[in-house]
């Protein structure tokens, strides 16, 4: 698990939205930087993406999605699947500390440096320190009430903000619609 962040994603029918958190750690109890910015469209504004990580590591990988997805011709399956084989079989790759959350329209995926990709499989996913918190909001959120996607996120990222020290309430939300 990573510290210092969290990132959720939410798809309530044609529309994904994920949030991130802006807290940047140094350690184990210095926070840096209140206003990150973790997430980012990618694909001319067709897909969306967020990192739980190191900073340069997560910017490496977002470069390597970015490709992928321009190989596939924006295919969010192939070029998660790419990533995630590109990732785990490069010798430097394999050393980056960072997982990714990205979604389009129909899906979301975790992918991690180990080969892990894992669609979410109710299209509600997290990653980061705040998770846990942050999926169980957004869960019962979507359970419980007809808030739109983006609100979900943001909803359950403001949560997750008041349970976990390495999560802030300075909150960015892309969507995709």
Known sequence: MFTATTIVAVRRGAKSAIAGDGQVTFGQ????????????KLYDGNIIAGFAGSVADAFTLFDKFDEQLKKTSGNLTRAAVELAKEWRSDRILRKLEALLLVADKQKMFVISGNGELIEAEDGIAAIGSGAPYALAAARSLYKFTELPAEQIAYESLNIASEICVYTNDNITVEIIE
Do not use: S, V
């Not at 109890?29 to 980012?40: E, G, Q, Y």
């Open 29 to 40: 109890n210095t926070i840096m930087k209140h206003n990150a910015k973790k997430i980012r």
